[in-house]
């Protein structure tokens, strides 16, 4: 079933619209008793019939009755709780009928009141299940929602050896080299059947001396299509595998989504057995880096899909891969290539500037390193033009979307050009306002208010904006925890099957890998705030005991200089510095402290002549970054040490003068050629 898009401008004189809300009390996953739902039929936007009370299976034979274009519900899981059930469901409605969920998707979804009230459909009071239903069809009726789609049919080609060659032999590389050129052949041709029959289709391939290892071709059509035209092959040298790809996966697409709520992004590509996909935005802030085996445009597509809109497809080779110019095709989007291919060295620089700068983002192997890589490359073609355009943008007075404006140079447009786009798409919603009836009579502003209520309105964007990426986060927290639930339930059958199959084998290992990898992010995740918790929390003690005066902050350095201690002279530091290397003191360093009057502070205390030296593990004491909080006490401490040097210093200098006094009196008496000191009055004749 696909999701053609609705359009007010298409003839809905005779369009047949259904509107379903399920009924209190009842469950579509309920084994006991089917699910009851209302139902209300419209045509031209008038209601043809309604039902209040109707069991699962009369709706589905109602369908069939009336046949309607759309059926219109609120949240699309009122009819099954799983995706796989839904797409099972797909196959009961009638060919022709889209189903269609009014409240939107995502991040963007919001209460079917309100979607009523923005498309001018009255509301009072609370909603039965018919009266939902009949909002849910009128939304619909007026182009509201998003459309319920079945995700593509997809056919698996894989070309490999014909069978496992054990190592030995003289004759040996000779015979690989004899395999690798005939799967190399075999991919030529399967690659010019494709091409002659106009099927599209995704490649990659591991190349080997003399050809190839083994390709894999992700062929976009249904498995009937390639009968008679390729088929499986199975001798000595080449084996061809052929593999329907059905997929029990959905997508909601959105035909009128307002303009400019998504932000500009570009995408980064590695292709090959294992594909890289990077994504940044327009400001340069990494969104996305991930690697996995066989992605094919349609899955790259999927996790992209809700990150922005595309306007750039990057490499990290000057000879882009077909694979990424088919998706710059199907996106009709640029497709950047750098003059040269980037070296291992650059990718490696890029990255670390990123990661510098965005810590949080993650990259665990060289394919998405190279994808992020060739984004980033990209982005800074026309970093330039993104700064220049959201300065024009904001010098404006008039009301403009600086996303949209940025998404448009980015894609070729002018700045001028950009932003005159939105001057007039601005001046055309500004003219249906003026048009349609007003709700109430509005005020005149003066200046000053009107600068607030501007200000007022920037804030709440923000604050909408912040709201949006939290529940997108949380939704993604949400989306990693059920996935590790189903795997770990579906490893668990896959464990209990007695079936030596090869391909459960594969499967179980892709499955513990994927299992560890998400039990891994989140653990991380959970250390990761429980540290920021912990940091958090010791932020705010030390914080309070800075203002109760209990803490000082202390100049701390790795290597002692003398212009340490005029910074420490000309600021408000105690005269203290805490030295993390002591050994760069030197003895005109001691000098320079003792006249300055400074004393050291050492986490391993050394003894120095003439200035205090405190051991730093005898205080509680943190560090912030580069700065360094002591308990205050050691202020005190460092007076009672100046003050016993000083003391120690004036003992030493009365006992010099009492030995020199002594020394005088025995060299004059050694003159004098006295054995023994005279008293006072004989001492005179002398």
Known sequence: MCGEKMNKSNDRGNMVIAGVD?????????SNKQPHYAVVFLRNGEVIDSYEDVSFARMIRLLWEYKPDILAIDNVFELKETVSGLSKLLTLFPPNTRIVQVTGWGPEAVNIKTVARNLGIDVHGKLSPLKTAYLAAMIAWKGGGATLRLLEEKTKIIVTKGRSVSHGGMSYNRFMRSIRASILATTKEIKRILDKNKLDYDVTFKKSMGGLERSVFVVYAPREKLYGLIKPIKNKSVRVIIKPIYREKIVLETPHKKPGKSRGIIIG?????????????LDGTPLLAFSSKNLDRADILGMVSGLGRVVMVATDVSKPPANVKKLASTLNVQLFTPDRDLSTEEKQEIVRDIRAKYPWIEIDDTHERDALAAAYKAYLTIRDKMIQAEAKASEMAFPINIDRVKIMVAMGASIA???EHEIETAVAMVKEEVEAPRKK???????GEKELMDKIDNLSRKIKVLEAEKRRLLDQLEQYKRRVEELELELRTLRLSRSDNDEFARRIYILEQENRDLSQRLKKALEELHRTKKEKKNLIEIAKKIVRGNYVNVLSTEIFSPSLISLVR?????PLIHVRNPGTLLAEHILLLKQERIGLLLEKPISINGVPVLDLNNYDHAFLEDELFVESRVIGDLENAWEEIVRR???DKFMKMVKLIEDYKKERMK???LKKEPSLWEFDKY
């Open 570 to 574: 000309n600021s408000d530091y105690p």
């Open 417 to 419: 050009e950009a932003i």
């Open 671 to 673: 003159r004098l050629g």
């Open 441 to 447: 009579p509005r005020r005149t502003q003066s200046f």
């Open 22 to 30: 399920i009924l209190p009390g009842y469950s579509p996953s309920s």
């Open 649 to 651: 210093e004036e003992e």
């Open 269 to 281: 590509l590695d292709p090959g057995i294992y594909t890289g996909v990077a994504v940044i935005d």
